[in-house]
């Protein structure tokens, strides 16, 4: 099907994945370690390529699976809207509303990773989660090949209304109890970034990781002065409030750093 705005990723090169129930379209970019990027609601937007891009730039290889939403398209509020419903109400491929499970799509994603990695070499994949798909990073900590963990503002479980829920993570107590596990045996860490003022994203959250992970867990939290304007409040670090100066842009960097420190081949 023509997609009119395939512009935005004319420098990719697209194939198909297929693995168990699922198979999903694939952009793929760079050279050197891997590092799979899980697009945000509603979609892989411009902004998302555009810290794909600066991924490559930095020396790696970057995936793209497109879970939702029209690749390339920007960001509307209708849009937004649009596929929300469609991923809260629709889809059976995401666990939305129940703490402690992991979404189905993971085990595609970690059969991608695996891909990956035996295409790229390397130490291993790195993995960046965002908004609708936060958590699915610290999920496929189960695939061996998973070394660099990002969730970036991990929205899922939804919290209103629950303060279970609120404190919840998006992946089983079996998936967590891995990555613990190898945090602590192969000396590996997890980032994990919002705003403060973040409802989607709760405090407890946050203390969750916390407490579960201790100091194998980088916290990097925002004031709403430090984004960039929006008409939205402030919500995706890594690309719509990402400001080209201050501290979202010294986060950017952060966890591009971390993907090519944790990614690259041991010497």
């Known amino acids: 099907m023509f997609n009119r705005y395939g512009a935005a990723l004319k420098a990719y090169e697209k194939f198909s994945f297929a693995d168990g129930a699922y198979k999903r379209d694939v952009y793929k970019r760079g050279a050197g370690p891997a590092v799979v990027v899980i697009h945000e609601i509603p979609g892989l937007h411009p902004q998302v390529i555009r810290f794909a891009d600066r991924v490559a730039e930095a020396g790696m290889t970057v995936y793209l699976p497109v879970l939702f939403g029209e690749p390339g398209r920007p960001v509307s509020n209708g849009y937004v809207m649009s596929e929300l419903f469609n991923a809260i109400c629709i889809r059976r ?5 129940r703490a402690g499970r992991s979404s189905p799509i993971v085990v595609w994603l ?3 990773a695996r891909r990956a990695h035996a295409e790229c070499g390397g130490r291993g994949v790195g993995a960046v989660g965002m908004c609708f798909t936060g958590g699915f990073a610290l999920a496929m900590m189960t695939e061996p ?3 660099a963990p990002v969730l970036s503002q991990p929205s899922m479980p939804i919290a209103i ?3 279970i829920r609120a ?3 998006d992946a089983s107590d079996q998936d967590v109890a891995c990555a613990r596990k190898r945090f602590s045996e192969e000396e590996l860490s997890i980032i994990a970034l919002r705003f403060k003022s973040d409802r989607s994203v709760p405090d407890a959250r946050f203390e969750t990781y916390r407490r579960e992970f201790g100091d194998a867990v980088e916290t990097i939290e925002l004031d709403d002065a430090d984004a960039a304007p929006s008409e939205r409040p402030p919500h995706s670090v890594l690309t719509i409030h990402l400001r080209e100066d201050g501290p979202t842009k010294a986060a950017e960097q952060r966890v591009i750093a971390f993907l090519k420190q944790r990614t690259a081949a041991p010497r």
Do not use: D, H, N, P
């Not at 491929?93 to 509303?97: K, N, P």
């Open 145 to 147: 090949s998973v070394v």
């Open 93 to 97: 491929e995401f666990s939305v509303w």
């Open 110 to 112: 970690k059969a991608l």
């Open 167 to 169: 404190a919840g993570l």
């Open 161 to 163: 209304g629950s303060q």
